[in-house]
C-alpha cells in the first residue's frame, strides 16, 4: 500500500525483478559516437542503437550505418531497406504512393506502431476521416472517438534535393521504433502510428546522390550543378502545394486525404543548428487560430527538452513567417491538422566540415535560449542526431497528449464547417457565364484535388450579389476545408508594414 506520506516495507523474501536491459547494437553504436564531432551533439535518444536478432539494422541491409561520411543512399537502396525492416518487424508495413514520379519513381510511404494499432489501421483512418468531418460525427461521438484513435505522426524527408540528412536519419527512426524497448519508445508506439515519406523529391534525390559520389571520386575537379531536381523543377517544389502541378505534391495530398494525420512535419536542412518552425507573423489570416497556438505547443517542448540536454543551437520563432500557403505542410494546415518543419545545419552532402557560424545566430535570444557555437566541426551525423531526437521528443509529446490533438482536430474541422456563418462569406460562385469556361474549369478541378466540395447550380439562383445562372460553380463555406478553399479565392490584403 502506498500513501503520500509513507511507504510499506515489503517483506524480506518478497523479489521484485529489474527490468531487462536491452542489448545494443555495439558497432553500430560506436559508429555513431564516433562520427558526432562533439558530444554536445550527442542526447540519450540517439546515443546508441537497439540490437536485434530477427530484425536488421540499417548497417546490415546497405552495408554501413546512418550517418557514416561520405555516404549518401539511393531511393532504391532506401526502399529496399524498408521493404527488409517490415518483412522482419510486425511493427512496419510499407505502401506506395498513387503517382509515379514525373521520371517514373516510386514514392514509398512507411508506417510504423505498435503491431495491434498495424493490425487495425484501416479502423485507425476510419476515425479520423470521422473526425474529420463534423458534419456527420456529433461531439459526445467524437470524444469517444478521439479516445479511442491514435494520433498519426508524419515525417517527410528531403523535398530538397541538396538537403540531404532527413532520408538517412529516417531509416534509423523507423528502425528504432520497430525495435526498441525503452519507455519513451514504448509510449510512442502505443498512442502514435508513425508514418514517413523516405524521400518526397525521388528524382532529385537519386541526381544528388549521383553528383555527390561524382565529387567525391573526381576531388579538384570541376563539376557540374543541379540545375533542376525533378522535371524543370528545383526549390520551389516545395511552392506547389496550391497549384499541385507535381506527382509528389499530388501524391502528398492524396495521401492526407486517406489516413488525415495529426501532423505533418517536413524535414529541411539550412540554419543552425536546429530551428522548430512557429513562424514571426504576419500569420496567415484564413487559418484557425489553434493551429497557431499548437504550432508553439509543440516547438516549445522540443526546445525546452533539447535545451535540457545541452544541445546548443536548437531554437524557434525567429525564420519562417508562418504565412505562406503555398508550401507544402499546407497540406496539413490547410486541412485542420498541423503543418510544421525543422530547418537543421547541413554541409549538402555527407562530407564533415569546418563551419563557421554567422554572428546573427549567435545571440542568445527569448527564442534561442542556447545558441549555436560560432565555430564547429559538422558531419551528417550531427544533423542525423539533433533530427532524430527532436522528433522524437516531438512524438512522445504528441503520443502523451493525443487525446487532445485529436479533439484539437474535430474542433478545427467543427469550426470550418461553422465558418460560413460565424465568419463568412456563405460560399464563392463561379457563374454558368464565365467568358474563360476552361480555366474555371482548372480552378474547381484545383479544388477538387485539394479534398475541397464544389456543386453545381441545377436551378438559377438569384442573390444580392447578383443572378447566377444553371450550371453556376459553388464552393459553400460550410464544409471541412472551407478554409483551403478561402485562402485560395479570396482578396489578399497586404500590409506594406509587414515584412
Known sequence: TFSLFAQTKPAKDAKTAAPAVQQVDKEYTESIVKNTTDKQFLTDIVDHLPFSATVPSPAKILGYPVGTPNKLTYTADQYRYYRELAKASPRVQTFLAPEKSEQGRDQMLVVVSDEANLAKLKRYKEITALLADPRTTKDEVARVLAAEGKAIYWASGSIHSTETGSPEMLMEMAYRLAVEESPMIQAIRKNVIVMITPTLEVDGRDTMVDLYNYRKANEGKRSPGLIYWGKYVAHDNNRDSMGMALALTRNQMSTFLDYHPTVLHDLHESVPFLYVSTGTGPYNAWLDPIVISEWQDLAYQEVEEMTKRGGPGVWTHGFYDGWAPN??????????????????????????????????????????????LPRVKWSIRNNINLQQSAILIAMKYVADNKDKYLNNFYL????????????????????????????????????????????????????????????????????PYSRMADMLLDTQYYNVNDP
Not at 335 to 360: C, K, L, M, W
Not at 421 to 450: C, F, H, M, W
Request: with cysteine; hydrophobic share 30%; glycine share 8%.
Open 327 to 372: 508550401y507544402m505542410f499546407y497540406v496539413a494546415n490547410g486541412h485542420n491538422s498541423i503543418g510544421r518543419f525543422y530547418e537543421t545545419f547541413g554541409n549538402g552532402g555527407a562530407d564533415t566540415q569546418d563551419r563557421v557560424v554567422p554572428s546573427t545566430s549567435t545571440s542568445r535570444e527569448w527564442f534561442r535560449p542556447n545558441p549555436p
Open 412 to 479: 478545427k474541422s467543427k469550426r470550418s464547417v461553422a465558418k460560413a456563418s460565424t465568419e463568412g462569406p456563405a460560399a464563392y460562385v463561379l457563374p454558368a457565364d464565365e467568358t474563360r469556361p476552361n480555366e474555371a474549369a482548372d480552378l474547381i478541378n484545383l479544388l477538387k484535388l485539394q479534398g475541397c466540395e464544389v456543386h453545381k447550380l441545377t436551378a438559377a439562383a438569384d442573390t444580392k450579389e447578383g443572378k447566377f445562372g444553371v450550371g453556376s460553380y459553388v464552393v459553400r463555406m460550410d464544409q
